[in-house]
């Protein structure tokens, strides 16, 4: 009785301890799914690059054709992807967004904060080695969404307002929301 007790004590601990090792992907499958999505993205860089600057910091820095690496947050409308297209607007991580116990059904939009935002958002933009813009959305490809954090690599472009634009070869998410 004593070997059937401890046996069954064995397996227990065995199917325990297997659940919980999983439990992260099984309670967000669709995270799992954008996780190897962009594993397996040509455009998702596998580490994130060094010396990224926050995109309003870039703003007042950046010329026009600098090779530049920015870090933001995807948002800066209720809208932030281009549909058709991998691009999308982020916001400098100091930006504070709506919380959640503020009921915002679109905390990315940073509502509150529209005069923060207009200086200190970004365009990214994604581009083959040709430069030609990849005409997928970047939430299949990078396993994105409104708030992730990214890390991109690229070339600044600046219109004649001053917005930024980066095209970027590389995108980093960094893990998290």
């Not at 007042?60 to 607007?89: C, H, I, R, Y």
């Not at 990078?142 to 990214?150: A, D, I, P, W, Y």
Request: hydrophobic share 40%; net charge negative; proline share 6%.
């Amino acid at each position: 009785m004593k070997t059937f007790f401890n046996v069954g004590l064995a397996a227990l601990f065995l199917l325990a301890t297997g659940c919980s090792d999983n439990a992260d992907v099984a309670s967000d499958p669709s995270q799992a799914a954008a996780d190897s999505a962009a594993a397996a993205s040509p455009y998702a860089a596998e580490s994130e690059p060094e010396g990224a600057m926050p995109v309003g910091e870039a703003r007042e820095k950046t010329e026009d054709g600098q090779d530049v690496t920015l870090v933001g947050l995807v948002g800066g409308s209720s809208e932030p992807f281009v549909e058709g297209l991998a691009a999308f607007t982020i916001v400098d991580p100091k930006v504070p967004y709506c919380a959640d116990d503020e009921g915002c059904p679109t905390p990315w939009d940073y509502c509150c904060q529209t005069d923060a935002v207009k200086d200190n958002i970004a365009t990214v933009k994604i581009v083959d080695d040709a430069g030609k813009p990849v005409a997928q959305d970047a939430r299949e490809f990078l396993g994105v969404k409104e708030l992730s954090t990214v890390v991109v690599s690229g070339k600044a472009q600046r219109d004649d307002q001053g917005n930024l634009t980066v095209a970027a070869h590389q995108v980093f998410v960094r893990p998290g929301k």
